[in-house]
T-cell receptor, first 115, second 114 residues
């Protein structure tokens, strides 16, 4: 199956700093990627749709200026959590689909802890 | 809001079939039923999807009722490694992009016991 990789797997940062999370499709091109957030004991929540070469589409209630998404190439989307605060601590997960499939491939997730 | 309803938890004996139900009474004609699972602290894994016919692959079988208002995921011989949260999701697929835009509900936490 197709592989989607996230980096880093975990990160600890100080409150007020920014953190960048990368999502790469390793063996296929993805014009669209998706970013999710998951708090402990909760389900995944879709944050935004990342479109290659254009602006991301954010779900209602997600601050676009806080969660910056860049999809500069067909294999890479980045999520930057700006001015992170402890309440941003969460598990961030990306996914991508291939043109020929309706199946979504997920990254392994990035655990962000803001202290 | 999620368009599906699943029991919050289920137990299954190792080696037995695990049957996970899902209600999706408001499903539209062009919406697919997807099943994903998430093992603790990992990204979700695709299992299977279907529109109206029953489907089978190497992981599982998907049985969709004739009125499409409910479905059942069947793991024919559950192993300890199948312990995970299983998500049933309905999603439109007018283009390939829609297959990736998934609204997750609470899922069913399946515990496979020795």
């Amino acid at each position: 199956g197709a592989v989607v990789s996230q980096h880093p797997s975990w990160v600890i940062c100080k409150s007020g700093t920014s953190v960048k999370i990368e999502c790469r499709s390793l063996d296929f091109q993805a014009t669209t990627m998706f970013w999710y957030r998951q708090f402990p004991k909760q389900s995944l929540m879709l944050m935004a749709t990342s479109n290659e070469g254009s602006k991301a589409t954010y779900e209602q209630g997600v601050e676009k200026d806080k969660f910056l998404i860049n999809h500069a190439s067909l294999t890479l989307s980045t999520l930057t959590v700006t001015s992170a605060h402890p309440e941003d601590s969460s598990f961030y997960i990306c996914s991508a689909t291939r043109d020929i499939s309706l199946e979504a491939f997920f990254g392994q997730g990035t655990r962000l802890t803001v202290v | 809001d999620a368009k599906t309803t699943q029991p919050p938890s289920m137990d299954c004996a190792e080696g037995r079939a695990a049957n996970l139900p899902c209600n999706h009474s408001t499903i539209s004609g062009n919406e697919y039923v997807y099943w994903y699972r998430q093992i603790h602290s990992q990204g979700p894994q695709y299992i299977i999807h279907g529109l109206k016919n029953n489907e089978t692959n190497e992981m599982a079988s998907l049985i969709i009722t004739e009125d499409r208002k409910s479905s059942t995921l069947i793991l024919p011989h559950a192993t300890l490694r199948d312990t995970a949260v299983y998500y049933c999701i309905v999603s439109g697929a007018s283009s390939y992009n829609q297959g990736g835009k998934l609204i997750f509900g609470q899922g069913t936490e399946l515990s496979v016991k020795p």
